[in-house]
Structures are given as structure tokens and as C-alpha cells.
């Protein structure tokens, strides 16, 4: 399970509910069947009409993505494999990266390369990948923006409960001793709504948007580098160009060592 | 009808009335003719405003569409015919495929091979294919940016409607048996505001802007395909380039034992 | 005048006018001069800070024209159009124009022909076209703007009036027969600026945005035509582009029959 | 002083200041030092936070600048200006026009034309005048966009300062005399934040952005216009260009006579 | 630590809690520990879930280099130094700015300078610049959108707080004395949630987007800069070009004696 998430859910959980407690309130009034009923079976439907069925049906696996999500993909060790590639395929030629194509475990680099092996012109890979690339992200975008709109209805969805909660309390002002819990019971339909959107919803939508965005960087690595080698680029300059896509810390720090390195190339080149 | 919808909007209403019912509310008192006047025929009025005359005649139309919905494009599929007619294009030549132009269902992907098959140049081919989806592009926003509006404007016009009865409640605080039951009916609007917007006009606004950049992505696809298909592309590239728009479900299993055709591919090529 | 803003309007007043009368409130407790001063002199004197002095000089105009409208452009006949003048230009020569150019009754597709038939450079007159179009809707951009801006702020301004209300309210809380009216009477500025937000400034800067994605719309099928002529399309593949901008209702329905001729065109082609 | 400014800022206070005193509110309850510290410190300090110290220093000068305004670009001026150098230049040739640098008074033009005389290559030209055109739009983004978020901030710190009071009054239900005038001044500070926000922030905000858009397209005249000097473009099409970036009211009106001149100029060329 | 910050967040709240006690409030009512909990908690809790746990560890740096900010960019100093290599790099080629590498303090401008002398080819010079200027905008990115969902959540959990709190007070209407303290003390939870976004979350966010947006500005002009070097060009036009990029104020001012030297250049050139 991703640490981001339990971390986060226990801290606002804790914060929220612990908060009430030590101000004296009962955390169990905020059990309440029909509040629950009206903000998330009626958040539920409002998301559901929002999307074409097939894509209802893989809602709840996005979700469970959002909370566990998946090893990060590990950019730094992409550039290594890259840099690696770049110097054997400019000394044996691009057919003998064929061996290493299995030993990558990302889908989408192992398929740019075998398409690189098989000698696919370069405007055509890049076209390809690219194609590839964009429909991730169609299909990432469209599992954030069903939990944004969530996010986005819930609270309001809280406040119809609030109102028709209030509507019966009005009705029935002759029995002053049921305004009181009446109001109370009325407001946790808003507690409901607002609770699931800003702790649920939106923060769940904003990881896969940048899980997203990481990702769509993470492809730009990728494109790059079989670019890069099927240009016949010396590794040092592979290496210079995919590494700006890293954090300065994720760097390799032979750069030191490497002057010589890059000045001997720089002879050779 | 679009199973989505009937879901969704099923879920929302037993959630929301019955979580009221559960809480002890009278659900007749959601019924309720001012607060529909004010708030329905008040958004209704306001989006007409927003409109050309033409257009919110197609309005009515377009909401159904929402509920409705259509068979959706079977990307799968199109990227089946397209691999076939590249493979009898390369093979015979594309005056070849005019027998298969009466099969192809989708007017848009008809127009574009009866165009390619009249030997219309492949520039001007793309860019009457781009002006088509981009007007249809244009056509389907008008018609989601006013439920938009419509989801904008509901809400505050529920506002509008609890404030023109708690006026009237104002006015008459000398009858104190009446101010409860008057709050009440004036809260009746919020609620029609509030529900119509996050239950009807947003979802069915993201619904058909969802089905919009859906169907731009089909048109992407066929679009590709004509390119490829014109420029004589190998068959298993125009797979390999379509399939990137596929979800990996969707895309034909066969790539396992395709390996070793790829292979004889290749080296035909 | 545009008769979607007479029913609109009518709708929405009736609506929600009627609906208050029907709940029994009184619409006379809604003419009130301080709401009136308050939230449209505030939301004006607002909106005319935010502009250069001869931009609210014909803010009025811009208004109107949102009220009226004009006649739409009727995209089917400028296609009409454009297909004869390419069967022309082809026959006899782009010259042979000249005696259309007074027929055009839009002028800039009058101004478009003119410089075709002066012999300008394509680049150069797809570029003084562009300038123009995009002057054009930075043009409207300014108006719809300030009406966008008006329904920002006036449901604010009302909540200012009401604030203001409720404090003179709060001040006199001893006279406990003032203070029902004195709520009702402060809401009434809140009435107002939802009211002409809502019903009048959103929508019609919507109104007026729609128009002028329609007119850009138009305007790039002038241009496409232009385009068209001058590099001698085929008048059959001058429709098959520019009809790309139609809805399929407003289509020339003889492509049926056009099967024939377009055979022929092939040939000769 | 920009005139709208004065007229729209007079308008607002009139009514808004002026409903009250109708409607039987004492204004000077709206002087209250408590509410002016909460709101506008409140709000100064959090635009400070936001911006690096030596743009808060040239704030002050912003908002005055967007206060009075300046001479507006007389865009017609320059159109003439333009199509004159184009007549001489193409007489002449360039280096005649430096006698006419002297008497261009916008900066950015003489800029312009200085260079083109000094013989700059074309497209360094307009790389050399694009920079600075962004430049200018960045720095004049810098401006309205604090305005902009002080205009989100200011209503919600009047909130602030209405929480505050309204807790001080909830501490003292004990003295009943006290909370009528407490919740009264209570709302002063949200009189405060509303009102500066829509009456000054955020219109200043909108008029800044629209000079600056306003600004950008003339930077654009300008630079087209250098573009069309240097390529030799024939006067009459240098002025069919840029006269496209004109309101019609602003173009020149011998289009009518000049028909015979342009002609002449169509067999000279 | 950045001056801004200090002085503003001091107003900030010298204004808000200083207003408050002219009112009369009682500023230790705003420390509450049930609403610190509720609010800072909640709100940590939500952005934590938001982003992958990397990016959490590295947020409290993030958020204190907000505050502290660090030496701006000396973009004048830039343009000086470049202008200086454009007329060595001139005279004595390109290997001559050798030694000058090692005192061109900033990473991003050292690599570049480095990677032209290495004789990098201009295309891919560019390219690894804007991979690398592309990478930081990612990072910072990163960073301000996670203050900005804190701003955005944080007044939301603060009405959370609210609701909580006056749950527990509607449920004990029996006790008249215990209603005000804890209405009063039920708002605390709005005072931290609204405080923080406002005067924290928000001003910082945009601050980090300000310092973001500036240093691609410089970015820009560094990349420019080398491109001008590397293509030979003129230190005058180098000195043109990047002064675009500068304030008026921050500008050389020998333009004025060096309009002799530019025509000893013209001469030349």
C-alpha cells in the first residue's frame, strides 16, 4: 500500500475525529445511516451517470490504484539502462540490443526498443510512441476527473441533506426539544459530503493527476532515449540529455571523474 | 437507454429520498410547485438566453443523447478494418478497397477511404478530416458547455428562491406558527437547485464531454489509419500504430505468436 | 430581436416572478430603490473601472447586440457560394470574379475575394485574413468579458446589500416589530444581484462567447474557401472541405446524384 | 486620471454608500478601525507574502498606473505611421527612414525601425522585438495577477474578521443589550472585504489586463508592421494588414477613393 | 530569509489579531487545540495523500524555501556576462571561454556554457537545455500545486471543524449557558482553516509560482544566450537581445555613448 496514503488518511482521521473528541464531542453521532445514505450513494450516482458504463466498472479498481498505487517508475535506473544501450549499440550496431529487450521490465520502453530493433524508421517510432503515450493519458485523465467531479458534488450533495434535514426540523418547531439533535442530525450529511471530498476525493484525484503528469514525464524519458540511440548519439550526450529529466540528487555522480572521460571523447568525436 | 445513467441516476434518488425517508422526512414535502417554477423554468429561461434560437431547439435532443447515449465507437474494430485494408491496399492497390466501402458503418471513416480511394492528396485528405472533427468538436461543446451553465446557474437560483421565501417569512413574524412551516417551503427551492445541478445537469455535462473527447479519439484514430493506409504502410505497423490508442485489453492477443511474422516481416521488408 | 432572449427571459421572469406569487409572497416587496441603487449602480460603476472609457461607451451597444442579435451568418450559402466561385476561377481565370465581388454581401469575405482577384500572395492574404479574424475576436472577447465580470461580481454586491441591511437590523434589535421587515428588506439587494447575474449578465455573456465562436467558425471557412480557390482546388473537393464545416442537416443533399459527376470529375481530373 | 476610473469608482460608492443611507443606514457604522486593520492589513500583508520584496516596492506605482492610466496607443497613428515608412522605404530604400526614427514616440517602435536600419537580419529582428514583447507581458502579468489574488483574498479575510466578532459576541449572550450592535460591527469587516475586493481589486485587476492585452496587440502592429517595411510590401498592402488589427470605426476611410489608386498600383506591380 | 515574507506575514497578522483586540476579542480564544488539530492535521493528512511519499519528505523544505526564499537571479549580471563571452567567444573562438566555466556561478548557465564548448551541436544544445529548463518548471510545479490544494482544503476543514463543534452544541440546547462559548468555540476551527489558507497556504503557493515563472524567464535567457554565442552573432545584437528580456530599469545605460560604437559595428559588420 502506498505509505503516502495510510500516513495521510490516519493524520486527517486522527486530526478531524481526535479534534472533536478532546473538544467533548461524540464521534459516534457521526455514525448516521442516512446521512450516510444521501452523500454516498447519491455522490455514487451522480459519478456514475457521469461516465459511459465500461468505465464505471473500472472506477473502483482506479481508486484502489490511487490508494495503494504501484512502484514508482525509477527514472534514474531508466537513464543507466539507456546510457548502457546507447554506447553498445553505437559499437556492435542496434541489432544487438535484441538480448537485451527481455531484461526491460517496462512495457512501454521494451516495446520502442524491439520497434527500434526491427528497424522502424525514426519519424515513425516517435509517432508510434507518442500515440501510445497521449492515450495513457486519456486514460489516466479520465479516472482523476470522475474523483474530481466527486469531490466536487459531495460537499453540495452534504448541504441537500443538510436542507431536508432542516426542512423536517422546521415542520416540527412545536417540539422544541427536537430542534436541537434534529439540527445536529441534519449537519452530518454536510459532515459526509465535506469529510469525503477533502479528505477523500480530491486528495486521491490530485495523486493520480500527478501520478499522471510523473508518468507523461517518465515517456518523455523513454522517447528520448531510443531517439537518442537510433540517432547514433555518443553516450555521453545520451546520458546529458536524459539525466535533465532527473531531481539533481537522482544524478549520477561519476560527472566528476567523467571530465576526463568527456575530454577524451570529445578528442574521439 | 444508456445503463450508466439508469444506474446512476437510481443510486442518487433511493440515496438521497431514501436517506430523507430513513431520517424521518416526508418526501411529499420535496413536492412542491413554486419552488419547480422558480428554479426549473428559471434555469430553463436563463440557458435559453445563453443560446442562438437554432440551437436550443437541438437543446432538448442533445439531453437525451445524454440519457440515451449510443452504441459506442468500437475502436477495436475500426483498428481491425484498417489493418485489413492496409494489408488489400499494399496487395492490390487502393482502388481495391471501393468493394469495401459500403461495409465500413461509421459515415466518418467512410468519408475518409471513399476520399482516399478518389486519390485525393494525402495533405488535403488530413485536413478535411481535421476540419470535420474539429467541427463536430465544435458542435458537441455548445452542447455540453449549456448544461454546464445550466449545472452554474440551478443552485443559485434555489438561493434565490429560499430568499424570496424567507422574505415572506420575514414579513409575517407575528405569526409564529407560520415561520417554521414557511422556512421549510422556502427551503424547497435550494433543494431542486442543489439536486437538478449535481444530479442531472453536471453529470450529464461531464457525461457528454466525456463521449466528446472519446469519439476525438476515435477520429484520431481513423484519421491515422487513412495516413497510414495511404502512404503504404506495412500492416503491422498500421496495427502497431492504432493499437497505441487502445486500452491493452482491447488489443488483439495475437502479438505473442505475431512475433515470429514479425520477424518475416522484417525481413521482407 | 433575437427571439431565444424574448422566451428565455420571459421563461425565467415567469418562473420565477410567478413561482413567488404562487407561494404567496408578495413580487411588490421586490421593487426597492436601495437594492436597486445598490447592486446595479455598484455592479456598473464596478464594471466600467475595469474597462478604458471608450470601451464602456460601447458597452451599451455590445448589450444590445446580445439582447438582438443579428442575423446569423449562413455558413450553407457561403459554401454555396465559394464551390460556384471555384467553378469559375477554374473555368475563366480567379479575374473572372471581379463582377462577383458586389454580390458578397459579408464583408469580410467580400474583403478576402478582393485581395484573391488584386493578385495578393496566398501566404500573405491567408495572413491579412487571419489578423483580421483574430482582431475580430479579440474585439468580442472585450465585451464578453465585461459581462462575465458583471456576473461575478453583482451576487456578491447583493450580499454586500445585505450586509449593510442586517447591520442597520442588528443595530435595532430593540424594536423587535422592525426586525422581520428589516431582514426581508435587507435580502432584496441579495435578490437583485443573484437575479441579474444569474438571468441576465451570465447569460448573455455566454450568448455573446457562443456567437463568437460561431463567427470564428464562419470566418475559417471564408478563409479555407479563399484558400481553396486560389490554389485551384476542384469545386468538388472545395464543398467536400468546406461542407467539413456544416452540421450534416445543412448540407447539400445532391451528393447522391453527385456520385455521377464526381466519377466524371475523377477522370478528368 | 483615467476618466472611467473616476466615473465607475463614483458610481459605485454613490450607489452602494448611497442605497444604504435610502434605506435609513447610518454610513459612518461602516467606519470602523478594528475591520479596516483585519481587512486591508490582513489582505496587504498576505499580497506582500506572495510576491518577491522589489515587486511589492513597485506596487503601489501598479495600482496607480491602473488608477490613472496613461495615454492610450494610438494604434491608428501607427498604422499611418507605418504605411508612410513603407512608401519611403520602398522609394528610397531603408536607411532613409533614419531621419524619421527621431519622431516616433513609442519606445518599442523606434526600437524597431532603428534596427531594421542597422540592417538586422529579418528573423533575428523579430526574435529581438518578440522577447521584448513577452518580456513587457510578463512583467504586466506580475502586476495583475497580485491584484487578482488580493481580490480572492480580501472577502474571505472579511469573513475572518466576522468569525472573530461573531465569537466575542457568542462569549457574552449574557448581556443581550451587546449582541444586536456586536454582531453589527461584526459584519463591518465583511462590508470591508466585499467591497474592496469587487469595487477595487479586482475591477483594478481587469483593467490592467485588458491594457495589457490591448498593449500586446499593439506590440503586434508593430512588429508585423517591421516585418512588412522590410520585406519591400507594397504601401497599400501594408496597410491592408495592419489596418486588420483596427476597429472599423478606426480605419481610414479613403478605402472608397483609394479604389482607383489601388488600381494603378496593381498594374505598376 | 526573504524579506517579503517577514513583513508581510508580521502585517498580516499585527492587522488581524490586532483588529481583533481593538474590538475587544480576546486573542488566547484563538488558541484552541481541538481546532489546531482539526485543521492543521486535516489538512496535512489530505495533501500527504495527494502526493507520493518522496514528494512529502520533501515538502517542509520546500515550504521554508517559500519563506526564506533565496538569492534572486541576477539577470543584468547574465546579460553582462554573456555579452562578455559573445565578444571573446568572436575574437578568439569558442575554446577561449574555457576558463572562464568555473566563474560563472550558476549551475544551469555553467553546464550550458560547458556543453558549447565541448562542441555540442547547436540543435541538441537547445534540446538538453529545454529538457533540463522543462524539468525544474515539473519540480516547482510539484511543489506550489500541493500549497495551493492545502489552500484550498484547509478553509473547508475549517468549516468541517464548525459543523463538528455545533453538533455537539445543538445537542445540549438544554444548557443556555454552554450555547455562546461553544458557538464561539465551534468557529475557532473556521479562524485556523480560513488564517492558514489565506495568509499561508495561498500567498506561499503563489510565491513559489512568481519565483517558478521568473526563473524559467531567466532560463530563457540563458538558453538565448548561448544560442547567440554559438551562431557567431554580434555582442551588440547579443546584448539587443537579451536586455529584452530585462526591466527598462535594470538595463545598460550606454546605450546612449554606444550608439557610435553600433555604427563603428554596422560599418564593420
Redo the contacts between chains.
Keep these: 500500500m ?4 495510510v ?10 475525529i ?3 473528541v ?5 464521534p459516534a ?2 455514525l448516521n ?10 455522490t ?13 466498472i473500472g472506477l473502483p479498481k482506479a481508486i484502489l490504484k490511487a490508494f495503494f ?1 504501484g512502484p ?1 517508475h525509477k527514472a534514474g535506473e531508466t537513464v543507466e539502462l539507456f546510457v548502457t544501450m546507447a554506447d553498445k549499440a553505437r559499437r556492435e550496431g542496434l541489432l544487438a540490443l535484441e538480448g537485451d529487450v527481455e531484461n526491460i521490465h517496462d512495457e512501454f520502453a521494451r516495446k520502442g526498443v524491439q ?1 527500434m530493433i ?3 524508421d525514426p519519424e ?1 517510432l516517435r ?3 507518442e ?2 503515450a497521449e ?1 495513457m493519458r ?2 489516466h485523465e ?1 479516472n482523476f ?1 470522475v474523483l474530481e ?1 466527486a469531490g ?2 459531495s ?3 452534504g ?3 443538510a ?12 417540539q422544541p ?1 427536537e ?3 434534529g ?3 441534519a ?5 459526509y459530503g ?2 469525503t ?3 477523500l476525493w ?3 484525484a ?2 493520480l493527476k ?2 499522471s ?2 508518468e507523461q ?1 517518465y515517456l518523455a524519458v523513454v522517447i ?1 532515449g531510443l531517439m537518442s540511440i537510433q540517432s547514433g ?1 555518443n553516450p555521453r ?1 545520451v546520458r ?2 536524459l539525466e ?4 539533481p540528487s537522482e544524478r549520477t555522480k561519476k560527472d566528476g571523474g567523467g571530465g576526463g572521460d ?1 575530454g577524451q571523447e ?1 578528442q574521439a ?1
Design positions: 502506498d505509505l503516502a496514503t500516513i495521510g488518511l490516519s493524520l486527517a482521521v486522527i486530526g478531524i481526535g479534534g472533536n478532546v473538544e467533548g464531542g461524540n453521532a457521526l445511516v442516512p446521512g450516510f445514505m444521501i452523500v454516498i450513494m447519491g455514487m450516482g451522480a459519478t456514475i451517470i457521469a461516465q459511459p458504463l465500461e468505465r464505471v498505487g514508482p520497434l526491427d528497424g522502424t515513425l509517432e508510434i510512441m500515440i501510445e492515450a486519456h486514460r479520465a476527473s467531479l466536487g458534488i460537499p453540495t450533495i448541504v441537500l441533506g436542507v431536508m434535514g432542516l426542512m423536517s426540523v422546521m415542520r416540527h418547531l412545536d426539544d430542534i436541537g439533535p439540527i445536529a442530525t449537519f452530518v450529511a454536510t459532515f465535506v469529510f471530498a477533502n479528505v480530491l486528495p486521491l490530485n495523486k500527478n501520478n503528469k510523473d514525464h528520448e548519439d550526450i546529458e540529455k535533465g529529466f532527473l531531481r568527456s570529445r568525436a
